[in-house]
């Protein structure tokens, strides 16, 4: 038995994704009997069928689905191998794949990923930004080398992710100069239900802090007249800025519409006891990372630069 090759399985996986030969064959700049040929010989040596042809068209079988499956685990852990040998030359080249929530990756990750390039120039940074649980998602998935999200890991997925506090920063509620409450800067929380608000939409790291603060606050999400639900902190920012309603919106992202005077953040008071108190919303940021993948020296020499550069929440 000779055995199944490295090339045949790009072949297969390739063929699988596109459930067609000659689009396989384009991708992989390989001639399309090549494709057939090594498809054939898979077939053949372990006699089972991979593929239904069916006149033109081709489905998978049911041993196609489970060599799709063992497949990509082998051809991804073959990559971090080959990154992983590629490196050890003191981080000269390399490519290291990060996934972050939009907050973050905007306004905190930037100048970490400057002062890292400025270290290590030959090193190729390819971050992806989505959302907090499509962050998480991806990086459960080996999407991503290192995932930084400020939103909680699911449940489902904490057995899979290892995740530490690596910043922080505060939510704020804030309106624009036609907002009533703009003149006042500050707010009791027994009034937050008297005017519209624009939200971010499930999933979103600033999301989920915002209804857990309403949650320990003992107020219901359902209580506030909730009039716009973006995808994007821009989106939110700008709508306020206009004068719709209020927003909880990251400190990071409103600070120059703050000292260009166009937003004003509300200091929220808690009128409901004796004394009444300040309150706030602090959120960590999250670094996430698969717990049994291979971890490649480059990801772990950037989780390194994290140390020096954390923001204490203590401060806040």
């Not at 489970?66 to 991804?76: C, F, N, Y």
Request: proline share 3%.
């Amino acid at each position: 038995m000779a055995g199944m090759t490295l090339e045949q399985l790009r072949i297969f996986v390739a063929v699988a994704e596109h459930l067609h030969f000659t689009r396989a064959a384009e991708e992989l700049y390989i001639t399309q009997p090549a494709v057939s040929a090594a498809i054939q010989n898979l077939e053949q040596e372990y006699r089972v069928k991979l593929f239904h042809r069916i006149g033109r068209h081709i489905e998978m079988a049911e041993a196609g689905k489970l060599l799709q499956v063992e497949a990509q685990k082998i051809l991804d852990q073959v990559t971090l191998t080959e990154r992983g040998l590629r490196e050890l030359n003191n981080l000269q080249r390399g490519e290291l794949k990060l996934g972050s929530s939009l907050t973050i990756g905007n306004y905190w990750l930037p100048s970490k990923i400057s002062e890292f390039k400025s270290q290590y120039p030959g090193i190729q940074i390819n971050c992806s930004l989505a959302n907090t649980e499509e962050i998480c998602v991806g990086t459960a998935m080996g999407q991503f080398d290192l995932g930084l999200v400020e939103g909680d890991v699911k449940p489902a997925l904490q057995s899979t992710l290892e995740y530490e506090i690596v910043g922080s920063d505060r939510l704020q509620i804030v309106v624009g100069k036609t907002h009533p409450w703009f003149e006042r800067g500050e707010i009791y929380l027994t009034e937050l239900n008297q005017t519209p608000w624009v939200m971010r939409e499930s999933g979103s790291g600033t999301q989920q802090r915002f209804e857990e603060a309403l949650a320990n606050w003992q107020i219901n999400l359902n209580e506030l007249n909730v009039i716009l639900v973006f995808n994007s902190g821009e989106m939110a920012k700008a709508a306020v800025e206009s004068g719709v309603g209020a927003t909880g919106i990251s400190e990071l992202m409103v600070k120059k519409e703050l000292q260009l005077g166009t937003l004003r953040t509300m200091r929220v008071i808690d009128n409901r006891q004796k004394p009444s108190m300040h309150v706030e919303i602090v959120r960590p940021f999250f670094k996430l990372k698969h717990r049994q993948r291979f971890q490649t020296a480059l990801s772990k020499t950037f989780e390194q630069s994290f140390i020096s550069s954390v923001l204490d929440i203590s401060n806040y």
